[in-house]
Structures are given as C-alpha cells and as structure tokens.
C-alpha cells in the first residue's frame, strides 16, 4: 500500500514563501511521474506542477516563475513557493503515477495567503 503525507502548509502574508513536503512509503517500484495539485473553494482540482521520471518538469502557467518542483533519491517531493499571492490559496495535494497506470493522491494541506 502506497502512503503519500504532505506537511509544510499553513498561514503567510502575500510575498512570502513556503516550502511543501510529500513523504512518499509503502511498495513504490515504478514512478513515473510526481505532482503537485491544488483546490481552491468552489474551484476544480488544478495542476500545479509536475516531474516525469526524467526529471522534466511542468508547471501552471500561473505559478511559473515562483514555484520549483523537486524530489530527493527517498521518493520525497517537494514544492517551494515564492512571492505567494492570496490567489495560491488552497489545499495542495501530492499526486504519484506509475509505470503501471496506479495513481496516488495525499491528504492535502491548507495553504492560505493572507495579510
């Protein structure tokens, strides 16, 4: 059973900057691709960025420029956000495919940007 926890959300001032967390554990023998998703109220699940398994990497138009998708050797992504605006507030989720179509989802954590 694949578990992906996202940690690193919470409350900051528009400009400021956070750094998201997905802890990936359990039987992962493929990854194909790693991504980072996002629901604001009343809104649709939108992508925000994404890495395929040879590193390239994809992001919303709306985040260019401020947002970096990485991952470590441990099956951890992570999103660092900058020059946050009160329109990236949302409940991020971790998202991981496999070779073999299976698809994962975290719980999401509250990222809310506010003065």
């Known amino acids: 059973q694949v578990r992906l926890v996202e940690s690193g959300g919470g409350l900051v001032q528009p400009g400021g900057s956070l750094r998201l967390s997905c802890a990936a554990s359990?039987?992962?023998?493929?990854?194909?691709?790693l991504a980072w998703y996002r629901q604001a109220p009343g809104k649709q699940r939108e992508l925000v960025a994404s890495?395929?398994?040879?590193?390239?990497t994809n992001y919303a138009d709306s985040v260019k420029g401020r947002f970096t998708i990485s991952r470590d050797n441990a099956k951890n992504t992570y999103l660092q956000m900058n020059s946050l605006k009160p329109e990236d507030t949302a409940v991020y989720y971790c998202?991981?495919?496999?070779?073999?179509?299976?698809?994962?989802w975290g719980q999401g954590t509250q990222v809310t940007v506010s003065s």
């Open positions: 359990g039987s992962i023998f493929s990854i194909n691709a």
């Open positions: 890495m395929n398994r040879s590193g390239s």
């Open positions: 998202n991981l495919k496999t070779y073999t179509g299976a698809e994962f």
